[in-house]
T-cell receptor
Framework: GQNIDQPTEMTATEGAIVQINCTYQ??????LFWYQQHAGEAPTFLSY????GLEEKGRFSSFLSRSKGYSYLLLKELQMKDSASYLC????????????FGAGTRLAVHP | EPEVTQTPSHQVTQMGQEVILRCVPI?????FYWYRQILGQKVEFLVS????????KSEIFDDQFSVERPDGSNFTLKIRSTKLEDSAMYFC??????????????FGEGSRLTVL
């Protein structure tokens, strides 16, 4: 079966660092994506990992361990506008970008 | 910046009616998708489309659903006879490549369908 787990909600303070974890069990693996979704809006792409290790992109970094079925998204220097849902999505074997999404983590950033 | 556009942004319909949701993918993209998100739930894959035919579809995408690329720019999702459980946000997406992971998915703003 396909299963992606991430925490439902997190809160953090403006200027702080937050780590959002994701664990997955899927039939095959062709990469893991992180998307940001503000309420009522479309998901927007943040990162893609297919090899183990850390990918850094500005304030956002994403880490992958394939052997552990684990990823995290690290957000630094949090801003109020970072309040959103963060979606972990896995691309199983085969398929044309048939992403399997987790339920998302709602992050609330407060002053 | 190029974007995926969708119409309508919100549609309310009666159960049993046909609905067509429209999408204009990014112009140089070749792969098109529909995803949906029931309120408060996960984003779910419905169908992928390439070279004028369905590449893959999920178990959600039953005989009530169909997709079409009627011309060089539009990509449509038709629901033949809507049910209450079809109420959701429907996202169109496109990508330049179909290679797993190589083609970033660009999502449209979504069409919210409400079935009464």
């Amino acid at each position: 079966g396909q299963n992606i787990d991430q925490p439902t909600e997190m809160t953090a303070t403006e200027g702080a660092i937050v780590q959002i974890n994701c664990t997955y069990q899927t039939s095959g693996f062709n990469g893991l994506f992180w998307y940001q979704q503000h309420a009522g809006e479309a998901p927007t792409f943040l990162s893609y990992n297919v090899l183990d290790g850390l990918e850094e992109k500005g304030r956002f970094s994403s880490f992958l361990s394939r052997s552990k079925g684990y990823s995290y998204l690290l957000l630094k220097e949090l801003q109020m506008k970072d309040s959103a849902s963060y979606l972990c999505a896995v691309l199983p074997s085969g398929g044309y970008n048939k992403l399997i999404f987790g339920a998302g983590t709602r992050l609330a950033v407060h002053p | 910046e190029p974007e995926v556009t969708q119409t309508p942004s919100h549609q309310v319909t009666q159960m049993g009616q046909e609905v067509i949701l429209r999408c204009v993918p990014i112009s140089n993209h070749l792969y098109f998708y529909w995803y949906r998100q029931i309120l408060g739930q996960k984003v779910e894959f419905l169908v992928s489309f390439y070279n004028n035919e369905i590449s893959e579809k999920s178990e959600i995408f039953d005989d009530q659903f169909s997709v079409e690329r009627p011309d060089g720019s539009n990509f449509t999702l038709k629901i033949r006879s809507t049910k209450l459980e079809d109420s959701a946000m429907y996202f169109c997406a496109s990508s330049e490549s179909g290679t797993p992971g190589a083609g970033e998915l660009f999502f449209g703003e979504g069409s919210r369908l409400t079935v009464l």
